[in-house]
């Protein structure tokens, strides 16, 4: 169908609705607050309300249950629906209340909308186009709904309708799209003021799915808002669609914050119960220290601490900041012997050791041993528990059988070459002597045929090894370097001095290789056990100048043939070309065996269509000159 012109025509005489007040009212959390620890209160932010956001998304229902020190904020939000600063949004007094930048329908061979750009009020989309599908309005009562045929140009206004508002207040936007053609659907931007807000509205495939757009706009410091609505879509088959429903209701919010303090109740701990083996005075300290009140015993004592010298139940309480803890404690006092094993032991793995706790008692062993003493030869942590009466006295001491140190250096080596060889024992240890106390690294190096002796300490225990090391010339070899040569001629590599045996890439076993064809080359030496080798790159290479060009090529953009370069190449030192167009001017030159014109004058620009002539001159890998001409066709 021929696309009219489109033109923006205010439609109808429009006043903007007058700003009316609207967000009275509050929320209230109580008063400040202090709890115990372990305590917890329920925040109420009270009935009513659409929206409640407690500390930035912690809690989105009315109740919130504090349970930690801190600030609470809670902003509860709801839309003034009985509100509705758009006139005839729901398209019940026909097309009035709106400017567009469509027109009315004209009729045609389809219906009212059988030409893009225009719109109609009706109750089904059916009555507006003959191939639209027969979607009813957004709330399905019959109602009008406003039915557009989209034109082929972006951002003209379909709906627009300027609103007085109040600045600084919030505002909820809403309008409702539905899909007339499955093929091609609308896609809405919707404006405030000339600014978008929220992202675009895309309409789905399917047809007479009512899909909402809705956004939250502060009016800052604005007094009216124009709100408009444009049709990005600019394909004319299919993008037609129907809005309804289109509302802008102030957004009202109401904040409080509320502070709740949890004071942590005094933990006091007073130790397990025990039986001390000592008549002695022992200090009972709950370990809360600058409390408010201490409490021992209904009345014992009121002091931090508490000194007892008799054995029975003890408990106290401890207040802080009103909040208070309790702990009990039961203390027996009896005599107790004394028990002493000694200190730690490191000894070595085949010593023995034993040890006896000195108490004429009772005594059991951690192994469950209850003789006067224990004999070991394994690392143990060893204790001795000895018991006079209820009372019972330990000790401890760690028993530790450290590993001698089992250094290796290997079996005995020939190596090639004169050193040095690194030698390694392979354990860790205190201290390190070689060859009779020569040296005290760690490692060491062997730089002479002979034998090398090491002994490693750790813990004081101490293990040795020895390696002999005979170090054997290795073989001299030498091809030479990379070469490249002519094709046709040829190449004798030498290995080197006459003596031992001989392995080359190919698996010839002479002295020397004869090659006329490149290869990468390499060759073994072997005398004795011992080898080396060398290797060369032998290039042959067409030494007869050959260039071929190219009489055509199409720079085109489509990526086939797009630049005049040499077809084939070799045997070329040095070129240089230059190519004329039919007046004689130079568009391209170049010195690179690699070079490519692409079309373009010197100056950048594309040269038209035609023929042009090229002159090319060069030296050969071997220094004979020469020189080509000839013309190339550009076509485009």
């Known amino acids: 169908m021929p696309i009219k012109p489109i033109t923006l025509a205010l439609l109808f005489s429009i006043t903007a609705p007058i700003a009316r007040a609207q967000c009275t009212g509050s929320i209230d959390l109580g008063p400040d ?20 956001n407690w500390n930035n998304g912690a809690g989105s229902e009315q109740l919130f249950t504090a349970t930690a020190t801190g600030l609470y904020t809670c902003v509860a939000g709801l839309v003034d ?49 003959n191939n639209f599908a027969p979607c009813a309005d957004h709330t399905g009562g019959g109602s009008n709904m406003l039915v557009v045929n989209g034109a082929g140009q972006a951002n003209v206004p379909i709906w627009c309708q300027t609103i007085n508002v109040v600045p600084g207040t919030d505002y909820a936007f809403s309008a409702w799209l539905v899909t007339m053609i499955s093929e091609n659907p609308a896609v809405l931007q919707f404006t405030i003021n000339g600014n978008p807000i929220g992202q675009p509205l895309e309409a789905p495939f399917a047809t007479c799915e009512w899909n909402q757009f809705h956004a939250v706009w502060n009016a800052g410091a604005s007094t009216s808002a124009q709100i408009c609505i444009t049709n990005q879509n600019t394909i004319l088959s299919g993008n037609d669609f129907a809005l309804d ?49 201490y409490l021992w015993n209904d009345g014992l004592a009121t002091t931090p601490e508490l000194v007892i010298t008799a054995q029975g139940w003890y408990w106290v309480e401890v207040t802080t900041a009103g909040c208070t803890g309790t702990d009990s404690v039961w203390i027996g006092m009896i005599d107790l012997p004394g028990v002493d094993l000694g200190p730690d032991l490191d000894l070595c793995e085949g010593d023995t050791v034993t040890l006896a706790p000195g108490v004429l008692a009772t005594h059991l062993w951690h192994d469950g041993s209850n003789g006067p003493t224990w004999t070991g030869w394994a690392t143990a942590e060893v204790w001795a528990q000895v018991s006079s009466g209820p009372c019972t006295a330990s000790d401890t001491v760690m028993v530790v059988f450290h590993p001698v140190p089992a250094p290796d250096l290997g079996t005995d080596q020939n190596v090639c070459g004169d050193g040095p060889v690194p030698l390694d024992p392979g354990v860790a240890g205190d201290s390190y002597d070689w060859n009779n106390g020569q040296a005290h690294d760690a490692q060491w190096e062997a730089t002479a045929t002979g034998w090398y002796h090491v002994s490693v300490t750790a813990h004081g225990c101490t293990g ?45 076993t002479g002295a020397t290789w004869t090659g006329w064809a490149s290869a990468e080359t390499w060759v073994v030496v072997t005398e004795g056990f011992c080898s080396a080798e060398d290797q060369a790159m032998v290039t042959f290479e067409e030494c007869v100048p050959v260039v071929d060009m190219p009489n055509v090529f199409t720079p085109n953009g489509d990526g086939d043939n797009p630049l005049f370069t040499p077809v084939h190449i070799a045997g070329i030192g040095s070129l240089s070309i230059e190519v004329f167009n039919r007046w004689g001017q130079l568009v391209f030159s170049s010195t690179s065996p690699n070079f490519g014109w692409n079309g373009r004058t010197v ?10 002539f090229w002159v090319l001159r060069y030296e050969g890998i071997k220094g004979d000159a020469g020189a080509q001409q000839g013309v190339v066709t550009l076509l485009r």
Do not use: M
Request: hydrophobic share 35%.
């Open 245 to 293: 429903d289109i509302t802008f209701h102030p957004f009202c919010t109401f904040t409080d914050t509320v502070e709740v303090v949890f004071t942590p109740a005094p933990a006091p701990d007073l130790g397990p119960d025990q039986t001390l083996c000592s008549t002695d005075p022992f200090t009972l300290d709950p370990g809360v220290p600058g409390a408010d009140s």
């Open 603 to 612: 100056g950048g620009s594309a040269a038209p269509e035609g023929t042009y």
């Open 81 to 129: 629906t009985t509100i509705n600063l758009v006139v005839n949004g729901d398209f019940s007094a026909g097309a009035t209340g709106f400017s567009s930048g469509y027109v009315p329908g004209t009729g045609g061979e389809w219906g009212l909308l059988t030409n893009e750009g225009e719109y109609a009020v009706v109750a089904n989309g059916a009555d507006a186009h």
């Open 33 to 52: 607050t202090t709890l115990c620890a372990g305590d917890s209160l329920v925040l109420d932010a009270g009935e009513g309300f659409l929206t409640y």
């Open 464 to 508: 040795t090894d020895s390696v002999h090391i005979e170090l054997v010339p290795v073989p001299v070899v030498d091809i030479g370097g990379d070469r490249t040569l002519c094709v046709g001629d040829s190449v004798v590599l030498v290995a080197g001095p006459a003596g031992g045996d001989y392995l080359w890439h190919d698996g010839s």
